[in-house]
């Protein structure tokens, strides 16, 4: 008998993966955690029925959500790091020496230690000296942080259940507060192309265009994410992602990259024409 794993994208529209077995399920405090073995996408992690991650195709996400921004700001010594319980994030981030200090905060302990177990490919840098966990909600603990990061990730789960508020404008602005003068905040972005998800994009970018000077969006190809095309915001008090990018100190590094590159960095940046009339719709001021 073939078992399969079905995601629902919207009502009428599901992505099917045929698994091998499942290799963990357990209710922790704040959601349904599974993870399963699969002969196309390897082991994957999924959160009330939503996958997170695949092995095969995690390192497009964790790539674009670090390096983009550790390609543009010159010198990132302190991160915060809210959600990203299953460590791909500070797998990317703990490559760069001058980065010296990770706060993560997560606030489900059970991902992390479901990941540990299951997930060694992304969690293999959380123990790493550069890394201090932090139990705690993300929203919570930004709120006492100030002039501190020079960068904040908010790799976040979708904008409901224990995500949802990592989606607020009180969020963002204390996101603001707790970066340095010239520090820069990527966020996960939702994709724009199904009509709930294109919604929830919107709301997000219209937050972040308040609360920060900067405000870009840029984007992936995922193939397990809904549509396959995903978004990302780069928000900053003072760089511009683009003109401010640096690809001679970027490419002196000599990182090993699957799917960032500098000149991919740039094309990023260049939406389709639907997803910048979305997002022109809430860039307007009154």
Not at 94 to 103: A, K, L, N, S, T
Not at 154 to 168: A, H, K, Q, R
Not at 216 to 232: K, N
């Amino acid at each position: 008998m073939e078992l399969w794993f079905s995601e629902p994208h919207t009502p009428n529209v599901r992505l099917s993966i045929r698994v091998d077995r499942q290799l963990y399920s357990g209710q922790s405090e704040f959601q349904q955690i599974e993870v399963f073995e699969s002969p196309e996408f390897g082991r994957f992690l999924v959160l009330d029925g939503y996958i997170m991650l695949t092995e095969k195709d995690e390192f497009i996400y964790h790539e674009m959500i670090v390096h983009v921004p550790m390609a543009v700001h010159p010198d990132v010594k302190k991160v915060l790091v809210i959600g990203a319980g299953d460590g791909g994030v500070v797998r990317e981030l703990v490559r760069y020496p001058e980065v010296e200090h990770i706060d993560l905060v997560e606030i489900d302990e059970e991902v992390i230690k479901v990941c540990m177990d299951y997930m060694p490919k992304t969690s293999c840098e959380m123990r790493n000296e550069k890394v201090q966990v932090h139990l705690e909600d993300g929203l919570k603990f930004v709120r006492s942080r100030e002039d501190e990061y020079d960068l904040v990730i908010v790799d976040s789960t979708d904008p409901f259940g224990p995500g949802e508020g990592l989606f607020t404008k009180e969020f963002y602005g204390n996101c603001y507060k707790a970066l340095k003068e010239d520090g820069i905040m990527v966020n996960q972005h939702e994709s724009p192309f199904y009509e709930s998800d294109a919604t929830a994009c919107m709301r997000a970018h219209k937050r972040i265009v308040e609360s920060f000077p900067i405000s870009r969006v840029y984007q992936a190809h995922i193939p397990t994410y809904p549509s396959g095309h995903w978004l990302f915001g780069f928000a900053s008090k003072k760089y511009h992602p683009v003109h401010d990018l640096d690809v001679e100190r970027w490419m002196e590094r000599e990182l090993e990259t699957k799917y960032y590159t500098p000149k991919l960095h740039e094309g990023a940046f260049c939406l389709p024409a639907y997803v910048e009339k979305l997002l022109r719709k809430v860039e307007v001021h009154d």
